[in-house]
C-alpha cells in the first residue's frame, strides 16, 4: 500500500470508530429518556390511584351524609 492508501484506509477507520460512537451515545440516550418516560408514567399512575382512593372515600362521605338526612 502507498501512502495516501493508508492514510485513506486510517480514515475510513476514524470515521467507522466515530459513527460506532456516536451510535452507541445515542442509544444510551434514548435509553435514558426511555427510563424518564417510565418513571413519569409510574408518578402519574400513581397519583391516579391516590385520586381514586380519595374520590372513594368521599363517595362513603356522601353516602353517610345521605343516610343521616
Known amino acids: 500500500m502507498n501512502a495516501w492508501q ?3 484506509a486510517n480514515l475510513a477507520v476514524s470515521i467507522t470508530a466515530g ?8 442509544m444510551m440516550s434514548i435509553g435514558h ?3 424518564k418516560i417510565v418513571t413519569q408514567v ?4 400513581q397519583k391516579l390511584d ?4 380519595n374520590m372513594k372515600a368521599l ?3 356522601v353516602r353517610s351524609l345521605e343516610i343521616k338526612r
Open 59 to 61: 363517595e362513603e362521605r
Open 6 to 8: 493508508d492514510k485513506l
Open 50 to 53: 391516590a385520586l381514586t382512593e
Open 42 to 45: 409510574e408518578n402519574i399512575t
Open 33 to 35: 429518556q426511555q427510563v
Open 19 to 26: 459513527m460506532l460512537l456516536a451510535t452507541g451515545g445515542m
